[in-house]
């Protein structure tokens, strides 16, 4: 599971989420005020009906020539009767009501002022001196009716409003961070050897000092590195002509001397002197693979490279070496030196660790995979992670400067292939095997 965090996305899911919750708190808060003033909305219309009725339900009642009991006040139209009253004595009696009440609902005795019961909201109002009341009643599933078609009418343009917020958040971010975006692409496209400064113009002022420090720490690298390999290609190219006229002048000693110890030591020190002179052309090789670019302006068929180098080895190696390679050219972006160097260390670490008089398989596949597959005792894992590095060696006992595989780990690197050691090979239950695939190809960033 991945533990990268984008930036955009955490400021765009917390503002998002954070926009939600205030607009729907937003809502709940107007709901609530909402449903206090429209109930008192209703208890003033509760009361005002009470009033205007309750005069006229007097007047009626007393111009009665007789007593006949409740009437029901007349309805000119149908409709929903959302109020609804009763007029009574003391006693309870009814006097009159509206057309659609239901007596039941009502308390046995009249009262004044405002009252509840679990469904309905009553007002009641007293006239002549208490002795007829006026009740007035209205079902609290009404209020919350009005109250919830409110709420509903606060909420549905919110869902017109949210999205529009979300889009406008989104296209605020990215456009604030499009410059940050910006600066992750430029590094992301840097090779591994690109220590130039970084610079992206308009940065938000709270990475310009990020950009100042890596800048800074991007410089003192490039310097060190390249003070690093100046010395390492000075100190190699200046051992090249000393160790010359040494072996010459060694030469012409063995070839005039005639005493027999005198031309056995000259031997030792003739070998010692080669093996110095390998260790320069090795570090000068170095040098060449972590300072120079191991990429080409142009593509170029490796095949016919490849055959070169391998029969130019053929002789030292009296026919151990085996080459499979395609018929058809095999392109790529890797520069031709740098592939050279690549493969004759590849072919020197096998001569010189692998099992003698066991083959050497070169291959090379169509698709680019680079195989260099030698016999030989098992490498430790230990030890085989450690064979990158710099004078070190996996065979103590077999010649070399241990430097053969930095270089190839350093061509590669610079030219961003990824080069796997195996051992034992692939297929066996020994040897070695260097993997890599040459084929590179120009990417636009």
């Not at 937003?26 to 449903?35: F, H, N």
């Not at 692409?185 to 100042?212: C, K, T």
């Not at 490498?379 to 996996?394: C, D, H, I, T």
Request: aromatic share 4%.
């Amino acid at each position: 599971m991945s533990t990268k965090v984008s930036l955009q996305r955490t400021l765009g899911l917390s503002l998002t989420i954070g926009i939600i919750v205030l607009w729907l708190l937003g809502v709940a808060a107007a709901g609530l005020v909402a449903r206090y003033k429209m109930n008192d909305v209703f208890d003033s219309a509760l009361e005002e009906t009470a009033q205007r009725i309750l005069p006229l339900a007097v007047t009626e009642i007393l111009n009665r020539e007789n007593d006949t009991g409740p009437q029901r006040a007349p309805m000119l139209k149908a409709h929903d009767e959302y109020l609804t009253y009763l007029v009574r004595k003391p006693s309870g009696e009814i006097l009159l009501q509206s057309h659609d009440v239901e007596p039941e609902l009502f308390s046995p005795l009249p009262r004044e002022g405002f009252s509840d019961t679990a469904t309905h909201r009553f007002y009641g109002a007293s006239a002549v001196s208490g002795t007829i009341y006026i009740e007035v009643a209205e079902p609290l599933a009404h209020r919350r009716a009005a109250v919830l078609e409110t709420s509903l009418a606060l909420l549905i343009p919110l869902l017109l409003l949210i999205p529009v917020s979300l889009l406008g958040v989104w296209w605020l971010i990215r456009r604030s961070l499009r410059r940050v975006v910006m600066l992750q692409q430029s590094i992301e496209a840097r090779g591994g050897g690109d220590l130039s400064s970084v610079y992206v113009a308009r940065l938000p002022q709270e990475f310009e000092p990020v950009v100042n420090a890596v800048n800074h720490l991007l410089e003192r690298l490039r310097r060190t590195l390249e003070a690093e390999r100046s010395f390492t290609a000075n100190s190699a190219h200046e051992l090249r002509t000393p160790l010359a006229s040494a072996l010459a002048k060694l030469q012409r000693l063995q070839a005039k001397t005639q005493d027999e110890q005198v031309r056995v030591q000259a031997e030792e020190i003739e070998g010692s002197l080669r093996t110095l002179a390998r260790l320069s052309e090795k570090l000068l090789e170095l040098a060449k693979a972590e300072g120079g670019s191991a990429l080409a302006e142009n593509d170029t068929d490796l095949v016919p490279i490849l055959r070169m180098i391998v029969s130019d080895y053929q002789h030292k190696a009296s026919g151990h070496l085996k080459l499979d390679v395609p018929d058809t050219p095999v392109m790529s972006l890797l520069d031709s030196d740098a592939f050279a160097i690549l493969i004759r260390n590849l072919i020197d670490n096998a001569l010189k660790h692998g099992a003698r008089q066991q083959p050497i398989t070169i291959s090379l596949t169509d698709k680019g995979v680079l195989r260099v597959v030698n016999a030989g005792e098992v490498v430790p894992p230990e030890k085989l992670a450690l064979v990158r590095r710099r004078f070190v060696r996996s065979d103590t006992k077999s010649l070399g400067s241990g430097i053969g595989l930095a270089i190839v780990d350093a061509i590669a690197s610079g030219a961003g292939i990824e080069l796997s050691l195996r051992s034992p090979a692939s297929g066996q239950r020994d040897g070695f095997e260097a993997e890599l695939n040459i084929v590179v190809t120009r990417t636009d960033s």
